[in-house]
Structures are given as structure tokens and as C-alpha cells.
């Protein structure tokens, strides 16, 4: 159906069915997460199950993207009964089918049980996990098909968009965002509406929409998912801020990495070009907007939005020096608006709803609401999003769910490998843009990596600066020989080769990089290290010291000699027979832990 | 005798024509797109040795230091052949905290390589990768397309053997 204008969209997502036409749906998540878990075949065998008993007419079976809830897939959400099923496998799916699908009876025990309860949850939506969301960028994630057009009609798909073009200006559609407070959801934290008019005042025929899918942050997953799970949101929004700002192109920058958002965005601009909801003259207007995609290769400072236009021409994706900023002179010389993929997501819902109601949501500074992918040491992981000024605690605590083996959470990272730890005393900081920067963090694009009292402070900076000395473009002398000198420094104390005035040297050498590398990338990698050189200097002391110990060691007076140690040795280096007390080869540890769990009187130390 | 990098006879001639058609078929500026064209070709020919670069540099009427600069800039692109099996350990935070470095250790001591060459048997190339997202299944190590999930060290043994013993993995 090709749509003309609003009143067509309306009549055809009257047409369409919706999930109150059927008996029952059954949504199955087929994310990368959970189809790494086999979710496809699960998919396949339901249809399979649906066709043989002939009932596909009350059984609505939905692909969707999304649910969030990674550490628990795969996933199958069942409507309107409320229902989710975790952990789903293969073996479980006929069961599901007979019992839930025919029957009406809850499987119970592929119910998701909270920690420390001994009864399964039964209502999906009572899930401590979901409790204290409020999903607004991921607000079809996991609710619709990402590869059916139809599914997000249903929604108010492109009724955003049509109503722009219907009843307001390009001028009021930026008064609308920039009155939403919507900020940018990247890392930057720069007013959206504010970005589009600057882009918007600059007078050329020839302006660009880039939307920014380049998510290089090592542990995030926000925007892959939004593109797997809801590309048309996306879509629509370009579209919106491409007449907002003037523009009739849009780029998407993906990396290529994301081979099935990538695959699901193609699908979803085929489909709005068929239904004319890109290509020439728009809704019966003037305006006429398509998008094209555009694949990165595997460079991190591609997201930085001036490496990111150097990429998309064909070049090496090595930054520029702003200004002039992308607005007035960004792809091909042209103005330019780069936005995040997850900021794109939050248009829709805001030109429907109102500037007015965005503001109300979050703090007074910071409006709406962040998606974060929730990593590392923790019970729940997945992609979670709330309110802005929720605190870390309730984040990692409440809907986390705190660490799966009940130790201590020592720090959370927060902005990927431009950003900092957060130590407990912090924990109740609100997450938004400026109470994040009071205490020394950044909100960055949304990775949250959660870390317990085992982890070695230094081997995780360590970690990030080997990423960014790695992903240095190299244009920049700071950035290039600084991160290289700041890991060798690293990589000397963590082999027991450093000294104590190594310490200074990381320190004056961090503060030097960050004030004279050319873009973000340099600009902000000594964070991890100077951050947690500030919180963990003990830690940073003990290898410069040369007082830390490298291997487990066990306590002669607490061992029994029952071999369960050197039973899971990876590395076979614990020596000792039956009932004697048994000895690690320090110099052949690995520090796996193993023995550490498996040790039934706790006689193992660690390092 | 000819300049080696200048020899494309080397090349597979059949998939140099799948090469030529996809170039050919190109909309718009072309030597915009040569990151699509590379992509293109190294699922062609699975990794992108000089003469192809300096075969595609001729194509696009750039210089071959061009196309180099841009290979050799971003690391989804190969300029050494790769094994039967790629094994590529994710290096994100979340599997790094759940000990990806370890995992990473065995796989290169069992396969015998360093990172990123061809083990000698021709079957195996380990790479660290970035984050591939999957961090509810942290560590995550994947062979070609297979994903192995919530590993441990001693888990992976298991997997080299498999792709040893020519069991099909796909």
C-alpha cells in the first residue's frame, strides 16, 4: 500500500492485525544474544508446531527484537497472559507448545524465579527486573516484528513523521526538541534540538542526516539492539530531522560488525521506500528524504562524528579539527547533523507526546531516560532503561539484581574506555549528565560494567588503554606515543618490573594526553587510568611496590588434602598427594580461581 | 620479471569477473565506496593480499597507497590469509572480566599460533575481537559463526579438539 498522506497511514493501520485479534501471542526474542542460543530454531520449531495443528489463526507468533533481559535468553514472552519463560531450550519448546499453547497451563518450571525466593515469578511485568524501567527509546523492542512494517504501523509507526509534515514547520519541529531537553546519547550530552539548529540555519541545497550506529564501546549493546529490534523508529526519525534541518539525505554509519542490524535496517528502508514513506514527496508534501547505509570496517575512533565523515567518504577514519563543526561543513563539505542512534529513537515518542511530557521525565537537567547495557559481574544482565536520575544502586541492585554470587561490587565502570570507575561510596549518585561529572564519571553512551571485590583495578585500566593505544588513529602525536608510553608503564608494574616513580609518570603523562590530543578519543583515554589510580591507589602501590602477590597460595593449617584443588587446576600446577596439604607452583598460575572455588574449607588465599 | 604486487594473475580470474561486476555496478561515487568494494572483496577471496589491493586501487583509479592506507587502517580487514577455522575470542569488558585474557592464553597455546597468524596445519586463525555484544554470555569465544557462550578455561579444549578431529562446525 503506497501511503499518500495521514489519512491513508490511518486507514491502513486499521487494516492491519493487531495482537487483541488473536487468542494468544507468543513473542520470541531473536536478538544476536538469544540467537546465539539457538532463538531461530526455537522460532522454527513453533511455527512448525503452529502449521501442523492448523491454528495460526489464534496463535500469533512474533520474532521480536530485543527484551533486554540477554543473561536470561532465550527468551519467550507470552501475551496477553503475561507471561515470560527464560532459559528456553530446544528440548523445552514442545513442552510449551502442548501445555501454554493449547492447553492454557503455565510451564512452571521455565518461569523466571527472583534471587532468594523460593516461588517463580508469575506476572512478567512484576519482574524486579523490569519494575523500575520506563522503556521509552526501547518502547518497541521486543514488542513488535523488526522485519514487518505492519507491526509498527500498529504502534503509531510514521505517524510522527506524517504529522510534521501535516501540521508543522521544519522551525517548529526543532522548537519541539529543543524544548524536550533531549540531549545526546552518545556520550556528548549536546542538545539535540539545539545541534539541528545550528545545521537547520545554515543555508545550502545540499545538507546531510548521519545517523551515528558506530557503537565501538567495548560491553554496549544499546544501539545494536534499538537497529535489530526497532529499525523503523529509526528511519522514521531521520526522516523527521531530515525536514527539520532541510536536509533529503540520510546515512547510516553501522559498523560492520552488526551484521544482522545491519541486515534489519536494509530490510526496513526497502520496506518504507515500497510504502513511500521515503523516496520523493513525502505524505503529499514538498519533501522528499531517502537513506542510504554506509559500513564501517573496525575502527573505534569512528565514532567520533568528524572520523566518522572521513570513513563514510572513503578514507581513513582519522578525526578533524572542530570548528567548523559538522553543522556547517561536515560529509562532502556539506552541513551535517551526526546524531546517536539511541537520540533518533527518542524523536517519535517525543513529536507524539509532547515536548512537555519528556521534560517531566527525568531531572531537571537531564530529561527522559538512558538505555545501558548492564555487563560483568552481575546477576541480570542485559539492556536496561530508565528514568534519568535513577541511582547505580537501584540500577545495579534492584533491577541487576546485585552479584550472582552475592560478593562484594567494588566499582562499576561507567562511559567505556573514555569514562571512569565508580566506587561504592558513589553508589547513590543519580545517574544524569552533571551529577555523573561531580564525581569525577562521565554518562558516555551507556555501557555499565559491573565489577566485584576479585577484580585487579589495574589489569582492567590496563585493559581499556591497551583498547585505546590500539585504536589510536594515530594522526595525533598525544594520543599516539602517549597511550602506548601509559600501557608500557602499565604493562612493567604488572609484571613486577615497575617502581614507585612510575606512578607519577602515569599521572603527568595522563594529564598531558588529555589536554593535547586532538579528538575525544585521546581526550578522554587516561580516564580509566587516572580514575582508578585515584580511587585504587593501594592497588596501583602494590605492584609499583612490588609487594603484590601474582598466584594463590594456600593455607598449609587450613588444607585437609582432599585433591579437589588440583582436581580443577587448569594448568595442573598444585602439587600433593591424598590427605596432605598441597602446594601451587607460583611461577605456573594462571590465577584462574578455580581452586578457589572449588576449596571446601576455604584454605586457598588469593593473590 | 614482473613486479609481484603488479601480478594479478595470481588471483582467482572468476572471482576477479565477481569482483569487476560488483564494482561495476556501483551507483554514485565510486571511489567514495571503497570500503563496500573491500568488504565485497574480502568475502570474495577471504583476505586481501597486495596485488588485490593494487587491482582494486587500478579499478577505482586511486593510488594503491590509498587503498593500503585504508586496509591497513581498519582491522575487519586481512592482509594475511586466514585458517579453515577462525576462532575469535571477544575482548569486551564484560568477557574480559570474566577472564577472556585466560581463555585467549589457552587457545593460542593449544593451537600453537600468536594472534592473527595462520597456524602452520592451515586450520586456525585467533583473533581478539571487539565486543561482539553478546555479554550475557560472557566469555564468548566464536569459531567461524558458532557462538560458545559462559566459558571456562578448561571448556576450551574441548572446542579446539572438536575442529580438529574435522567435526563439521558450522
Not at chain 1, 534 to 549: G, I, L, Q
Not at chain 2, 63 to 86: I, L, Q, R
Not at chain 2, 88 to 106: E, H, I, N
Request: aromatic share 8%; proline share 4%; with cysteine.
Amino acid at each position: 500500500m503506497l501511503i499518500k498522506d495521514l489519512k491513508s497511514l490511518e486507514k491502513w493501520k486499521k487494516s492491519l492485525p493487531k495482537k487483541s485479534d488473536f487468542r494468544i501471542s507468543v513473542l520470541v526474542c531473536a536478538g544476536t544474544s538469544c540467537i546465539s542460543s539457538e532463538a531461530d530454531l526455537i522460532i522454527a520449531m513453533l511455527e512448525g508446531y503452529i502449521k501442523e495443528h492448523n491454528i495460526a489463526a489464534e496463535v500469533n507468533l512474533v520474532k521480536t527484537g530485543c527484551f533486554g533481559f540477554c543473561g536470561q535468553g532465550p527468551i519467550i514472552k507470552i501475551e496477553p497472559d503475561d507471561i515470560t519463560y527464560v532459559k528456553v531450550k530446544v528440548d523445552d519448546v514442545e513442552e510449551i507448545f502442548n501445555e501454554h499453547l493449547l492447553n492454557n497451563n503455565t510451564v512452571k518450571r521455565l518461569l523466571y524465579k527472583e534471587p532468594f525466593e523460593s516461588e517463580a515469578t508469575e506476572d512478567a511485568s512484576g519482574m524486579q527486573f523490569y519494575k523500575k524501567q520506563l522503556r521509552v527509546a526501547l518502547r518497541n523492542c521486543g514488542e513488535i516484528n523488526p522485519e514487518i512494517i505492519g507491526d509498527y504501523i500498529v504502534n503509531d509507526g510514521y505517524l510522527a513523521l506524517a504529522k510534521c509534515l501535516d501540521e508543522k514547520t521544519p522551525a517548529e519541529v526543532v522548537e519541539i526538541v529543543k524544548n524536550s531537553g533531549l540531549r545526546g546519547r552518545g556520550g556528548g550530552g549536546f542538545s539535540t534540538g539545539l545541534k539541528w539548529q545550528y545545521t537547520a540555519a545554515v543555508k545550502d541545497d545540499e545538507k546531510y542526516i548521519i545517523c551515528n550506529a558506530d557503537e565501538g564501546d567495548p560491553g554496549a549493546f544499546m544501539d545494536r539492539s534499538i537497529c535489530e529490534g526497532d529499525p523503523h523508529s529509526i528511519i522514521e526519525s531521520m526522516a523527521i530531522a531530515g525536514y527539520a534541518i532541510g536536509a533529503e539525505n540520510g546515512l547510516i554509519y553501522i559498523r560492520a560488525e552488526y551484521g544482522l542490524a545491519t541486515e534489519r535496517l536494509r530490510i526496513a528502508i526497502n520496506q518504507a521506500r515500497e510504502h513511500g514513506l521515503l523516496g520523493k514527496n513525502l505524505f503529499g508534501s514538498d519533501f522528499s528524504f531517502d537513506i542510504e547505509i554506509k559500513l564501517g570496517a573496525g575502527a573505534f575512533v569512528c565514532g567520533e562524528e568528524t572520523a566518522l565523515i572521513r570513513s563514510m567518504e572513503g578514507y581513513r577514519g582519522e578525526p578533524d579539527k572542530k570548528p567548523p563543526f559538522p553543522s556547517e561543513s561536515g560529509y562532502r563539505g556539506k552541513p551535517s547533523s551526526v546524531n546517536n542512534v539511541e537520540t533518533f529513537a527518542n524523536i517519535p515518542a517525543i513529536i507524539l507526546n509532547g515536548s512537555e511530557w519528556f521534560a517531566s521525565l527525568g531531572t531537571e537537567k537531564s530529561n527522559g531516560t538512558k538505555v545501558f547495557a548492564l555487563a560483568g559481574h552481575v546477576r541480570n544482565i542485559g539492556l536496561v532503561e530508565v528514568p534519568m536520575g535513577t541511582t547505580l544502586r537501584e540500577i545495579v541492585y534492584d533491577i541487576g539484581g546485585g552479584h550472582p554470587e552475592g560478593k562484594e561490587i567494588k566499582a562499576i565502570q561507567i562511559g567505556g574506555p573514555s569514562g571512569g570507575v565508580i566506587v561504592k561510596e558513589y553508589f547513590d549518585t543519580p545517574v544524569d549528565y552533571e551529577s555523573l561529572l561531580e564525581i569525577g564519571a562521565m554518562m558516555g553512551s551507556g555501557g555499565l560494567i559491573v565489577m566485584d571485590e576479585d577484580t585487579d583495578m589495574v589489569e582492567v585500566a590496563k585493559f581499556y588503554l591497551d583498547f585505546t593505544q590500539d585504536e589510536s588513529c594515530g594522526k595525533c602525536t598525544p594520543c599516539r606515543i602517549g597511550t602506548k608510553r601509559m600501557y608500557e608503564i602499565l604493562e612493567r608494574l604488572t609484571n613486577m618490573e615497575g617502581e614507585p616513580k612510575d606512578l607519577e609518570k602515569l599521572e603527568v603523562l595522563g594529564n598531558n594526553i588529555k589536554h593535547a590530543s586532538l579528538c575525544g578519543l585521546g581526550q578522554t583515554a587516561p580516564n580509566p587510568v587516572l580514575s582508578t589510580m585515584h580511587f585504587f591507589k593501594e592497588e596501583y602501590e602494590a605492584y609499583a611496590y612490588r609487594t603484590k602477590r601474582t598466584a594463590y597460595l594456600i593455607e598449609p593449617k587450613k588444607c585437609i588434602g582432599c585433591t579437589k584443588c588440583a582436581r580443577v587446576c587448569p594448568v595442573n600446577c598444585i602439587e600433593g598427594k591424598v590427605r596432605e596439604i598441597h602446594k601451587i607452583i607460583e611461577s605456573d598460575c594462571i590465577a584462574c580461581g578455580a581452586c578457589f572455588t572449588a576449596c571446601p574449607t576455604n584454605a586457598i588465599l588469593k593473590p | 620479471m614482473k613486479n609481484k604486487i603488479l601480478d594479478f594473475s595470481t588471483l582467482d580470474q572468476s572471482l576477479l569477473k565477481k569482483l569487476d561486476a560488483y564494482i561495476d555496478a556501483l551507483e554514485g561515487d565510486r571511489q567514495e565506496q571503497l570500503i563496500h568494494v573491500l568488504h565485497h572483496a574480502q568475502k570474495l577471496f577471504t583476505y586481501l593480499p597486495h596485488n588485490l589491493q593494487l587491482y582494486i586501487a587500478h579499478a577505482l583509479d586511486l593510488s594503491g597507497a590509498h587503498v593500503n592506507g585504508v586496509v591497513t587502517f581498519y582491522s575487519f580487514f586481512n592482509e594475511e590469509p586466514v585458517g579453515k577455522y577462525t576462532v575469535s575470542v571477544c575482548m569486551g569488558t564484560a568477557c574480559f572480566v570474566k577472564g577472556a585474557d585466560k581463555v585467549l592464553d589457552r587457545i593460542l597455546k593449544l593451537t600453537n599460533t600468536k594472534k592473527n597468524v595462520m597456524s602452520e596445519d592451515g586450520l586456525f586463525t585467533v583473533k581478539d575481537v571487539r565486543c561482539i555484544g553478546a555479554c550475557g554470555l560472557a566469555p564468548v569465544v566464536t569459531v567461524n559463526e558458532k557462538v560458545y557462550g559462559n566459558l571456562k578455561v578448561k571448556d576450551v579444549d574441548a572446542i579446539i579438539e572438536s575442529c580438529r578431529g574435522d567435526e563439521h562446525v558450522d
